[in-house]
């Protein structure tokens, strides 16, 4: 059995949360006010809980639930289990966890800044050169 491990990765924003989720493949996800129970990979429950759930069965075949539970400071942490930890990278074909928590993060962030820019009327627009450089072009609308 997996033990989950906890990620503080200050996430505060549920909506841009389930928009990297998309934005990396997981269409499927559950949003709940009250946590609920996390599954392992032989449908077993653990005691973790989580407001935004990737069921398992949305991860891979031996994978365990991936769910991000929110705090009395409002902020989100990511459970995922050591199992998942090697495996959600190698889905999404990244090179180790490290990098899915890199991707996650960096989509999170796009994903906020496209929300305040709407928020704010300014356009959006991101490009990524080959080498991976990530450049955002802010317009103020006239």
């Given at each position: 059995?997996?033990?989950?491990?906890?990620?503080?990765?200050?996430?505060?924003?549920?909506?841009?949360?389930?928009?990297?989720?998309?934005?990396?493949?997981?269409?499927?996800v559950?949003v709940?006010?009250?946590?609920?129970?996390?599954?392992?990979?032989?449908?077993?429950?653990?005691q973790?809980?989580?407001?935004?759930?990737?069921?398992?069965?949305?991860i891979?075949?031996?994978?365990?639930d991936?769910?991000?539970?929110?705090?009395e400071?409002?902020k989100?942490?990511?459970?995922?289990?050591?199992?998942?930890?090697?495996?959600?990278?190698?889905?999404l074909?990244?090179?180790?966890?490290?990098?899915?928590?890199?991707?996650?993060?960096?989509?999170?962030?796009m994903?906020?800044?496209?929300?305040?820019?709407?928020?704010e009327?300014?356009?959006?627009?991101?490009d990524?050169a080959k080498?991976?450089?990530?450049?955002?072009r802010?317009?103020?609308?006239?």
């Amino acid at each position: 059995m997996s033990a989950y491990v906890s990620v503080d990765v200050a996430f505060e924003d549920p909506e841009a949360i389930l928009e990297a989720l998309k934005e990396l493949g997981f269409t499927t996800v559950e949003v709940h006010d009250t946590p609920q129970q996390l599954m392992g990979y032989s449908g077993d429950l653990r005691q973790q809980r989580a407001n935004i759930i990737v069921r398992r069965r949305h991860i891979g075949h031996s994978s365990n639930d991936m769910g991000f539970i929110k705090g009395e400071d409002g902020k989100y942490s990511l459970y995922i289990s050591d199992y998942d930890r090697n495996a959600v990278p190698g889905k999404l074909g990244l090179k180790g966890y490290a990098a899915f928590e890199g991707k996650l993060k960096q989509t999170y962030a796009m994903s906020k800044i496209k929300k305040q820019a709407a928020k704010e009327r300014w356009s959006f627009k991101m490009d990524q050169a080959k080498g991976g450089k990530l450049t955002i072009r802010l317009s103020k609308f006239q």
